[in-house]
Structures are given as C-alpha cells and as structure tokens.
C-alpha cells in the first residue's frame, strides 16, 4: 500500500492520513453492518411476543432511537447498546421496558468498568433471581453503585454474589438494601463474588430452616430467626435483628459453628461483629436515589471516557451516512447475487 500509494504521488504525511481514513472507514462500515444484524435479531425476539403488533413498528423505532442517543451520550458504541438490547429481549423484557433500562444498566456497566451486554445479562439475572420488577431496574442500579463505593466490592462481584445467593436471600424476605450491604460487609471481610455468593446462601439455608443441632444451640442462647406479626404470620427476621440477636446472647465463635456450620460460619460472624456497618450501609442505599447517574457521569468526565464519547459520536455520525446509502449498496449486491 505504502508503495503503491508514493507511486501514485501521495506525500508520506497523506498517505497515513488516508490509510487512517481508510481504518476509520471500515471500522463504521463494519459496526453498521453489525448493528443491523443484532437490532434485526432484536427486532425479531421482541415482536414474536408483543401483545399490540398494529403499534409495535412505531414503538421499536421509538426505542432504537433512544438506545441511538444513549450510544452518543456515554461510552458506548451503538453496536455494543444493540448487544444489550438483544440480551434483554433474550431475557424477555418488551420494547417499553427496554427502553427504561438501558440507562440504568448503562450506568452500572461505566461504574463497573464491565462490559454492557455482560452487565445486561447480570442485571437481568439479578432481577429475575430477586423477584424484582423491571421498572425498578434503576433503583437496583442505585443501590449497588451505592453499596460498591461504601465497602469494598465492585458491581461485578455483587452480580456474582447474587447469582448464588440471590434466591435464599429472596426467599427469606430479606430487602434487597440489605442484601447488597451484607455482600458489601462480607467483602470488607476478604469474601467476596463467588466466596460471598456462597457463603450467603448456605447462612440464609440454615435461618430458613436450622437443622436439629443448630436448634438446640438457638434455644440455648433464646435466640429465633422468625418473627410473628399480629395477624400470626411467621417470617425470617432481617440480617441486622437477627445478628443483634446473636450478639445480645452471647453467641460466640464455637456456637456460630454449630449454628452454621462451617461453609456459612465465616459469613455470620463477619456479619454479627460489624451490625452498625450493616444498618450503616442499609441507611446510605435506602437513600441512593440518582447515585449511579452521578458516578457514571464523573466517570465518563475524564480524559479516557471523553474520548470514548468522541468516539462514539464519530461512528455514529458514520453510521448515519452509511444507513443512508444502504438502500443502494443492497442494490449493488443483489445486483451480483444476480450476476453469479
């Protein structure tokens, strides 16, 4: 090419400028074409169950514009919004729900520092493990911005605590506040992700239903982990009554060993020595609201995340263009599927 190119007369300086361009060129057409093919793949998950097809068209365009403007505003690209978008509609979640979550998701997988459609797929899990509604992805998102900037976890090692520990955790009523602030805690301790994760759901088995052993040592100690509301309906109590609980008693190393044995007794015990750090940590996500847009935007407000912006308003400024001969370069192509 550099021969080629000096044959033809082409200063040196000019012909790394053009060899630049042709880079750049290539790069949008091939992030075009790849966006085409994911929002297709989308577009084809999402209708086959929508419920109102006579304003489904209107309603996808509506959404892809708006997955479009989040790819120009942040650090991501449109192809990596439209990877997202596919998980989603792979996760089961309708145009409208989509299109509330993105940012939120967005926002998670800058603080993170994560990959956007592995952070899609993570929160969709977490949801579905949790019980939570999909509307409420953004204060999921607040809240674990909160709790990863207050211990010492990240949101990636949230997501992989709740993976395993996220359905024990549901299952037993505990607040998904306190749930993250106890991964947050466990984390301080040295465990975390899978460790965290693990720990989690052999603790919350043995409160939901201790075996033999571990009720002996509880009634010793005059301890329960339920509670009796007024109507007579029993329930788990939360983490931070029932360590208080332990703690008030007495409880000590050798009856936490009974108690939860030794998979889970690490986890308890990290717990009930740092119960003020617990209610601490559930106060501060209690009170999140709008955390994770304001991290992600001083986030995106440095030298390396302004020039994924820039970046990302070049391709899609390419893009643009490109979309707008696609029409004509379809033509061509058909053109010589004819021709062979």
Do not use: C
């Amino acid at each position: 090419t550099t021969g080629l190119l000096t044959a033809l007369g082409v200063p040196y300086a000019g012909m790394l400028g053009t060899v630049a361009i042709g880079r750049g060129i290539s790069s949008i057409v091939g992030s075009s074409v790849e966006y085409e093919h994911t929002m297709d793949l989308a577009h084809s998950i999402l209708k086959a169950h929508d419920g109102d097809l006579s304003t489904f068209q209107s309603r996808f365009d509506e959404m892809s514009k708006h997955m479009r403007q989040i790819g120009v505003e942040t650090q991501f690209t449109a192809t990596q919004i439209a990877d997202a978008t596919k998980f989603l509609a792979m996760a089961g979640l309708n145009v409208e729900q989509i299109d509330a979550a993105m940012k939120p998701i967005t926002n998670l997988a800058i603080i993170g520092d994560a990959d956007l459609g592995q952070m899609a797929d993570l929160t969709t899990n977490i949801i579905t493990g949790y019980g939570i509604k999909t509307k409420d992805i953004a204060a999921v998102s607040d809240i674990m911005a909160s709790i990863s900037t207050g211990s010492n976890t990240t949101v990636l090692e949230m997501a992989e605590a709740f993976k395993y520990a996220g359905g024990q955790l549901s299952t037993a009523g505990i607040s998904f506040n306190e749930a993250s602030s106890a991964m947050g805690i466990l984390a301080n301790a040295g465990m975390k992700a899978t460790v965290a994760g693990t720990g989690l759901r052999a603790m919350m088995m043995r409160m939901i239903n201790p075996p033999q052993k571990a009720k002996k040592v509880l009634d010793a100690l005059g301890v329960s982990f339920t509670k009796v509301d007024e109507k007579g309906k029993k329930s788990i109590k939360s983490l931070q009554e029932s360590f208080n609980d332990l703690h008030k008693a007495g409880a000590g190393i050798e009856e936490l060993n009974k108690i939860f044995d030794k998979t889970a007794s690490k986890a308890a015990i990290a717990l009930m020595t740092n119960t003020d750090d617990l209610k601490k940590l559930t106060d501060e996500s209690i009170n999140s609201f709008g955390i994770a847009d304001t991290l992600a935007t001083k986030r995106q407000d440095t030298v390396k995340g302004l020039w994924y912006q820039i970046s990302s308003q070049f391709t899609e400024d390419g893009m643009q263009v490109f979309e707008a001969m696609t029409p004509l370069i379809k033509g061509y192509m058909h053109d010589i599927l004819d021709y062979l």
